[in-house]
């Protein structure tokens, strides 16, 4: 049994706007090539980089925060803020990397957030 080939032709014009390029159908509508990758905001990137930091120490990839710090040229303070993040009750967390925290919720909140050790306390 031979495999047969089947050849489609779609006559699609490529089209480029504002740097995206897009496909113009026959009926003339827009269609993106691909589909944009959805943004994290900055609380999101904050809480990924603080665990992976973790976990590089802990992995042992790192001998501590002032190891990291050095080798990523930043200061310990800066590090150890970050690092603050991963001590978020995992409901916030959830909620962050989520998108459905609430609005008025900033970065700075959660580094004071960070600090209360209660998850309970966190979550008010």
Do not use: C
């Not at 897009?22 to 959805?38: A, F, M, N, W």
């Not at 001998?63 to 150890?80: E, F, S, T």
């Not at 609005?103 to 580094?111: A, C, K, N, P, V």
């Amino acid at each position: 049994m031979e495999a047969e080939t089947i050849v489609i032709h779609l006559p699609l014009k490529p089209f480029r706007h504002a740097g995206r390029k897009y496909l113009i159908s026959p009926d003339g509508e827009t269609v993106p090539t691909k589909r944009p990758e959805p943004k994290q905001n900055t609380m999101q990137r904050a809480i990924v980089r603080a665990f992976l930091w973790r976990q590089k120490i802990e992995g042992g990839e790192y001998a501590g925060i002032a190891d990291l710090a050095r080798k990523l040229k930043l200061n310990d303070a800066y590090v150890l803020k970050q690092l603050s993040l991963t001590l978020l009750a995992p409901s916030i967390v959830d909620a962050i990397l989520k998108n459905t925290q609430p609005r008025y919720l900033t970065l700075q909140e959660l580094y004071g957030t960070a600090k209360t050790e209660l998850w309970v306390e966190q979550e008010k």
